[in-house]
């Protein structure tokens, strides 16, 4: 399917998020079997996604995410994985960085401005 699918193309995928997630996440992000797009979708405060990461974050939290992966949607465990996920990914040294900080989390920088007015919003509360 090409970048931007025809309307024909997107159909089967509307009102459908199973089907969305695993054409999306096939073969990618260690999911390897079909299903597991929409298996390892994207939970918890960062919304962590893919088999490979289910598996790192599980790993840190002492929980076998890859067979339970549905307590990645529990608020507290949901907390603890986003804590521990941050710690191993997001050093220190570009806390403060918003733009490197986004790349780390997301890859690149979609939503951006979104996320400037967000932390802005944050900063004002808590200083």
Do not use: F
């Amino acid at each position: 399917m090409p970048l931007k699918p025809t309307n024909e193309q997107a159909l089967p995928y509307l009102r459908n998020p199973a089907a969305l997630a695993n054409k999306v996440y096939s073969n990618r992000l260690g999911n390897t079997t079909p299903g597991d797009g929409y298996q390892y979708r994207g939970r918890g405060l960062l919304q962590v996604t893919g088999k490979d990461n289910y598996a790192v974050v599980g790993k840190a939290l002492k929980l076998d995410l890859e067979n339970t992966p549905d307590l990645l949607a529990q608020p507290v465990i949901a907390l603890h994985a986003s804590i521990a996920w941050w710690e191993g990914n997001v050093p220190d040294c570009i806390m403060g960085d918003l733009v490197r900080v986004t790349k780390r989390v997301n890859g690149g920088i979609n939503g951006l401005a979104h996320r400037e007015l967000l932390t802005s919003a944050a900063m004002r509360t808590i200083v």
